[in-house]
């Protein structure tokens, strides 16, 4: 399984205390690697077995995060403008207040600051819209730009990177590896998945189908209601998350039902 974070070149146990702390339990994991080369960072992904390292402790007054927030928020609306409306700054506010409601009744403590920002850059790198060549850890080098702590920093990164569908149905024991270090990405991963459920939801859907498949017209949209959209609810990580997401799967259900049926008279119209 892998697991999406951060490894230093400096030697396996260095890396243990500069990233978060003692070792916790044996996973192979896939981390990027940290270069130094005349003071400039580089980054490249590599596999390795080693201990996935606990989270680190840091320091950032209200005021700071504030700031930060309101930074990343207009940076959120700027990156997503490039995008077609079914990945767009709307579809990022949806999911920032999903994931504050959902944090808000989580039995688990979560910190808030991880929640917000990975909520907010979640789409940050989307392999569906992201240049060739770019950073495979683009959320962390805009925080760290921001002079966000670094371990803030490598958090949010962690969450968003194994936030997304596809990476989950690749390696779900790496991602489930993942929220147990991280509760905070259960509750943005629930929100970005109840997002794509219910009205808005369909609504996304056939807005990406046009855009990123054309060819296939809108039969194939609703092939992507069984592909992806209905088995989202038994994904879900909360439960707060789950109930929601129950009902707005029960609309995506029913609203294919319609489909089925008026299409089937388009059918028999044509025999006739």
Not at 59 to 82: D, G, K
Not at 127 to 155: C, F, G, I, Q
Request: glycine share 6%.
């Amino acid at each position: 399984m892998t697991i999406k974070g951060y490894q230093s070149n400096r030697g396996f146990s260095e890396t243990i205390s500069f990233i978060r702390g003692p070792k916790v339990s044996q996973f192979l994991l896939g981390f990027p690697t940290y270069y130094h080369h005349h003071q400039h960072l580089s980054l490249r992904f590599t596999t390795t077995t080693m201990s996935f390292p606990p989270r680190k402790p840091y320091t950032l007054s209200e005021n700071s995060f504030s700031s930060l927030r309101t930074q990343c928020q207009a940076f959120a609306r700027a990156y997503m403008s490039r995008f077609d409306p079914s990945h767009d700054y709307a579809h990022i506010q949806r999911v920032l207040r999903l994931s504050l409601r959902l944090a808000d009744v989580s039995p688990v403590p979560l910190n808030n600051h991880i929640v917000t920002l990975a909520a907010l850059l979640h789409d940050v790198g989307d392999k569906k819209y992201s240049e060739e060549n770019a950073s495979p850890t683009p959320v962390n080098d805009y925080l760290v730009s921001l002079s966000a702590p670094t371990e803030l920093a490598e958090s949010v990164q962690i969450v968003v990177s194994n936030v997304s569908f596809s990476n989950e149905s690749k390696d779900p024991e790496g991602v489930t590896s993942v929220l147990r270090m991280y509760p905070e990405l259960a509750v943005v991963q629930d929100a970005d998945r109840i997002d794509a459920l219910g009205a808005v939801g369909i609504g996304r859907c056939f807005v990406f189908g046009g855009v990123k498949m054309p060819d296939k017209g809108m039969e194939g949209s609703i092939q992507h209601f069984g592909e992806k959209l209905v088995k989202l609810e038994k994904m879900m990580k909360t439960e707060a998350g789950r109930e929601i997401a129950k009902e707005r799967t029960r609309r995506v259900v029913e609203f294919s039902e319609w489909w089925m049926e008026e299409v089937a008279e388009e059918d028999e119209a044509e025999e006739g």
